[in-house]
């Protein structure tokens, strides 16, 4: 049998967002502002891909308003559609 390999940038990536995950209460209202550059780098990885939602720990909802806030700060240029090493 072939062993698999790892991709180390891959789990790089896993782990700086594991790290940077934040459970949310249930009572406290999340609220992604697409001007709010520093909150919405938190949640892309470092090739400029949204982090999925099971890794955020984010529910379906908050994920999805998360998403439409940074696709509308990506259009308004605030933040990068792509890493700079990757263009």
């Given at each position: 049998?072939?062993?698999?390999?790892?991709?180390?940038?891959?789990?790089?990536?896993?782990?700086?967002?594991?790290?940077?995950?934040?459970?949310?209460?249930?009572?406290?209202?999340?609220?992604?502002?697409?001007?709010?550059?520093?909150?919405?780098?938190?949640?892309i990885?470092?090739?400029?891909?949204?982090?999925?939602?099971?890794i955020?720990?984010?529910?379906?909802?908050?994920?999805?308003?998360?998403?439409?806030?940074?696709?509308?700060?990506?259009?308004?240029?605030?933040?990068?559609?792509?890493a700079?090493?990757?263009?």
């Amino acid at each position: 049998m072939k062993q698999r390999r790892t991709n180390t940038s891959m789990s790089k990536s896993i782990g700086n967002a594991l790290a940077s995950k934040k459970k949310v209460s249930k009572n406290q209202v999340v609220f992604f502002d697409y001007r709010d550059e520093r909150k919405l780098k938190r949640f892309i990885n470092d090739q400029g891909k949204i982090i999925p939602r099971r890794i955020t720990g984010l529910s379906a909802k908050e994920q999805n308003l998360l998403t439409h806030s940074v696709k509308w700060a990506r259009f308004l240029s605030i933040i990068p559609y792509v890493a700079d090493e990757y263009k």
